[in-house]
């Protein structure tokens, strides 16, 4: 990897300077690589007052795109203001969308690929701009550059005269800086340190993407419940590999427990229904693992039967039953009942790879499932009967949709 660090260049008197929140050689700096790459398709995520929206739409070729999103409707120095208000009182606003009170998430689809040129500029605190860069980076072509600003935002509030303690952990975008991978990384000369950065996105961005998913073990600031996080979930199970998926889910998992009334929960938990059918039958469990969980539900008493709910994290188990009295013996394989805050039942997907009773296997490839998806094997059963159920499941990294 290269870094070069750029000594900033004059800007012009008709660049804007106002309510841009950058100094003027990092207003160079984002002016350097608009002119010399000439973008077709740009992106601009947190766009506060819309000071740089005003100069990105005065730099960029009038046939280029530019997108520009920001997750807050109203400007956030003056709520009378909307956010990129300055940009709307310009003329000059060809090819130009923007997208005020939308995360980058809600409108990806709209935006489409083949982007060459994103700023990504918002919160600074974890997780906040790693959450934006991974959505982005699926779309990115090879080649494209990213400009983060506030890469050292925490630092520079230290240097400065009116330090808050909280600033201390504004150190998102600097983390996601160091931890990206590219053969060529640009920032600013300073005499203290550099607040802004860009690098190319090439294939080893790509590649090396696990070490990014890495830092959002670190400890976060603030847990975005605004934000649809279970949306981000999917995206990442269809757009990474299954490794990257699970470390994000666990940070999700982990981060939920550190915010009083966060009750975000994903669960790594496979799930098999008992019922033997007929006259009040049941089910006695002769074995169990303690790491297994066997419940006799109210809900899944009737008058024929008394059924028996399974739940295990376990991703191999073995159970040995009873059944007690003649019937018919229905097992259901699903996935963890989880559902939305409208109480919208999620599909969280299960992979069952063997299930084996007394011995036989019962599917001969592997079965995905999810909760009201459930996959259900019937047999005749007597009083009496043993029944050794083997199971081998696996989290299936993406969701199931009917």
């Not at 269809?238 to 550190?258: G, M, R």
């Not at 169990?288 to 028996?308: H, Q």
Request: proline residues 2%.
């Amino acid at each position: 990897m290269t870094e070069v660090e750029l000594i900033a260049g004059d800007i012009s008197s008709k660049d804007n300077t106002i309510n841009v929140e950058m100094s003027k050689g990092e207003i160079w700096f984002l002016k350097y690589f608009l002119k010399k790459y000439n973008p077709k398709k740009i992106v601009e995520v947190g766009i506060s007052a819309g000071g740089n929206t005003v100069n990105l739409l005065h730099w960029k070729n009038p046939d280029a795109q530019l997108f520009s999103i920001d997750v807050s409707t109203q400007w956030y120095q003056d709520s009378s203001k909307l956010s990129g208000w300055m940009a709307d009182e310009l003329d000059v606003k060809d090819n130009w969308k923007i997208y005020r009170g939308y995360d980058y998430l809600d409108v990806y689809n709209e935006i489409g690929d083949d982007i060459d040129f994103i700023i990504i500029d918002t919160v600074h605190f974890m997780p906040g701009e790693f959450l934006t860069f991974l959505t982005a980076l699926p779309q990115l072509k090879d080649g494209c550059i990213v400009v983060f600003h506030d890469i050292h935002l925490n630092i520079v509030r230290i240097l400065g005269d009116n330090f808050k303690k909280v600033d201390i952990a504004a150190h998102c975008t600097g983390l996601l800086f160091g931890g990206v991978s590219s053969n060529m990384k640009w920032s600013l000369k300073s005499d203290d340190i550099s607040n802004i950065g860009a690098f190319v996105v090439d294939s080893s961005t790509r590649r090396n993407i696990k070490d990014v998913f890495h830092i959002l073990c670190s400890a976060w600031q603030m847990f975005p419940n605004e934000l649809n996080l279970k949306g981000y979930l999917e995206y990442i199970s269809d757009n990474y590999p299954l490794e990257c998926y699970n470390i994000f889910k666990t940070c999700l998992n982990a981060h939920s427990n550190y915010f009083n009334g966060n009750d975000f929960k994903v669960s790594n938990m496979a799930r098999v229904d008992i019922i033997n059918k007929n006259n009040k039958n049941t089910i006695e469990i002769l074995n169990n693992s303690d790491r297994v969980d066997v419940i006799y539900p109210e809900w899944l008493k009737t008058d024929e039967s008394i059924g028996a709910v399974i739940k295990t994290k376990e991703k191999t188990f073995d159970l040995k039953f009873k059944c007690i009295n003649d019937g018919l013996l229905e097992i259901i394989f699903r996935g963890p009942n989880i559902s939305d805050e409208s109480n919208n039942r999620i599909p969280f997907c299960v992979d069952f790879d063997v299930i084996k009773i007394n011995n036989n296997d019962i599917i001969k490839n592997k079965l995905t499932v999810w909760h009201d998806n459930p996959y259900s094997f019937k047999k005749e059963c007597y009083d009496g009967e043993i029944i050794n159920l083997h199971v081998e499941w696996s989290y299936f990294k993406q969701r199931l949709f009917e």
